[in-house]
């Protein structure tokens, strides 16, 4: 699939087929994509969780339920590692020693685990799936550490379910909201 097709194709699916698990080698896709995206100072400090089988079954029984999410054969969990970046950027050739963490304008380590979230729910595109990224509320958040063993340096930002798309073609905030033009969010030069 084309570059463009897959930006043009890519939206949230919430309905999957409970019968058509994600084959293992798009399942390696989706990692490998993963994490190939960028970091600052190549810190690499995202990690993934991958819930398929009875380890799904978990999720799901954890959460409220109410929508046919929870249909999907598989969920990857980007969790960010603050420690990561602070550490990478306390070694020499980046000198900041005191690992400060105003010294970021913004946090990176959630932005680059942002953008590699971003990349599995284009792979899933790229790969005849639909996928669909949802939050995990912060209430949720020491019962999934606790289930998962997920350490408290890991900061999960959310979660993707993945799988094959049992839904319309349009569905979901876009058949009622339009999106906005390119002229109300683009500016050259100045505001």
Known sequence: MEFQDVVRRRRMVRKFDPDRPVPPEVLDQLLHNATRGPSAGFSQGQAFLVLQGEDLAKFWAMRPKGNDVSTAPLLIVPLSCKRVYLDRYAEPDKGWTDRDEARWPVPFWHIDTGMATLLILQTAVDQGLGALYFGIVPDDVPKFRELYGVPDDHEPI????????????????????????????VHHGRW
């Open 158 to 185: 959310g979660a993707v379910a993945i799988g094959y798309s049992a839904e319309p073609e349009q569905s979901g905030s876009p058949r009622t909201r339009k999106r906005r033009p390119a002229g109300e969010v």
